[in-house]
């Protein structure tokens, strides 16, 4: 028998003091790359969120490797099919090979936070955990206030100008605008907020625009953004449907008040009236306020405007016509 065949290490002389160091017997492991997956964001009943990736191997197991999701996000081997059942990865000749795990935070959360392990198993192995932080965020209460893109002679100004409620209680840099081409409804730039000047804050709503080097003349458009996701669509000169980026499917909501030729330069286009959200307030043409509140706007309690009850003006006339031809008659 050919000791170093069985051994480690043998005898340099014919001693038997030291002879033989018999190898260690082979320690079945796990091995994972990115154990730890952040950012899994997305805005109430626009998820799921995407998909982020880790790796996992195995030497010298005994049994397959079981990866078991945790109650609220789901697992896929190609990112596209994701399910909330475990997945097994088949051992051969006790290795499992480098294996790419996509995950996600699941669609149809409630608004919260989201910090979770995933598990990674096998016979005889000390259990391997993959920990996925994620939340999923309120409908911020932001909007598109003013913007220019066009004016008599060569274009000056051009801008956007957004609002943020309570803007400190968000990372700026998960919001974003897109530029949208109302020709084939694709994206032709962008920028996060982050990015933009801040303005004035008045009664907890901030003020943050953005000068582009340039913006299309129309029908074109603009997403404002929340952690990937459209939070409104406006476009100018034309409705369109969005074919890339965040705004994918959506049709766009046209703002009938245009700019063109005969608007004087320093005019933009803007929000006007009194109000907490977009929805009450009215675009029109006005003296540019960039980093400011509009002219002519207030933010606060929403006053709508006085019903108009058409019935009554109609018997009124009507009322003041027959007392006209009476008068007439006498």
Do not use: M
């Amino acid at each position: 028998i050919d000791p170093s065949l069985r051994f480690e290490t043998v005898s340099t002389n014919n001693s038997a003091t030291g002879f033989g160091i018999a190898p260690l017997a082979p320690t079945p492991s796990i091995t994972l790359s990115n154990a730890t997956l952040s950012n899994f964001n997305y805005v109430i009943e626009k998820g799921p969120s995407g998909g982020q990736s880790f790796v996992v191997s195995g030497i010298w197991l005994s049994e397959n490797i079981t990866i078991t999701p945790s109650p609220n996000y789901e697992i896929s081997l190609d990112n596209i099919s994701f399910q909330s059942t475990a997945i097994t990865l088949s051992q051969l000749s006790g290795t499992v090979a480098n294996t790419t795990v996509y995950t996600r935070l699941k669609t149809g959360l409630s608004e919260g936070v989201y910090n979770e392990n995933i598990s990674l198993t096998s016979t005889g192995v000390p259990t391997k955990t993959v920990l996925c932080t994620g939340r999923v965020c309120a409908i911020p209460n932001a909007w598109i206030n003013e913007f220019h893109y066009d004016n008599n002679g060569t274009d000056e100004e051009e801008a956007i100008e957004i609002i943020i409620k309570n803007a400190a209680d968000y990372n700026l840099a998960d919001f974003s605008l897109s530029l949208y081409n109302g020709g084939d409804g694709t994206v032709y730039g962008s920028q996060t907020v982050n990015n933009f000047t801040a303005g004035q804050t008045l009664n907890g709503y901030s003020v943050f625009y953005w000068k582009p080097s340039s913006l299309q003349n129309g029908p074109d458009g603009f997403s404002l953004n929340y952690l990937g996701t459209s939070v409104q669509f406006v476009s100018y000169e034309g409705s369109f449907n969005a074919t890339d980026g965040p705004a994918t499917g959506l049709t766009s909501t046209r703002i009938y008040t245009v700019e063109g030729s005969t608007t004087p330069v320093g005019n933009s286009l803007q929000l006007t009236g009194s109000g907490n959200i977009c929805s009450h307030f009215n675009w029109s043409s006005q003296q540019a306020s960039l980093g400011a509140v509009n002219n002519y706007q207030l933010f606060g309690e929403y006053i709508p405007p006085v019903p108009v009850n058409w019935k009554y003006i109609l018997f009124a006339f009507l009322f003041i016509g027959i007392s006209i031809v009476y008068r007439k008659i006498r």
